[in-house]
């Protein structure tokens, strides 16, 4: 079993940067996929990113690419997201998810096992 645990959102300026942190119980946490998803009001949850094990190569969603950025620390069980040039668009709760190997990009909310319970960011403009 793996628990997640996110933090870091709050209310910003459209602009402004943000970092997200994810916290992960259990291991071997260098062994999950880790990815980000958000929901805004009254749409689906998406995909944001993942780092894909093995390997930890990276992938984002078109609407972020180049201003978001996924990192991990195994060491520290943790994985982070860097939102950068924050738009208003950005606004929703974002979640932190995990899943075991992965030979690919997975992208759909059912491929992943285990869930954060979200942290809410907000961009004014």
């Known amino acids: 079993q793996v628990q997640l645990v996110e933090s870091g959102g709050r209310l910003v300026q459209a602009g402004d940067s943000l970092r997200l942190s994810c916290a992960a119980s259990?291991?071997?946490?260098?062994?999950?996929?880790m990815a980000w998803f958000r929901q805004a009001p009254g749409k689906e949850r998406e995909f944001v990113t993942a780092?894909?094990?093995?390997?930890?190569?990276?992938s984002y969603t078109d609407s972020v690419k180049g201003r978001f950025f996924i990192s991990r620390e195994n060491a520290k069980n943790t994985v982070y997201l860097q939102m950068n040039s924050l738009k208003p668009e950005d606004t929703a709760v974002y979640y932190c998810a995990a899943r075991g190997y992965s030979s690919s990009v997975h992208t759909r909310r059912d491929e992943y096992d285990y869930w954060g319970q979200g942290t809410q960011v907000t961009v004014s403009s």
């Open positions: 259990g291991r071997p946490f260098s062994m999950y996929t």
């Open positions: 780092s894909i094990w093995p390997g930890y190569s990276t």
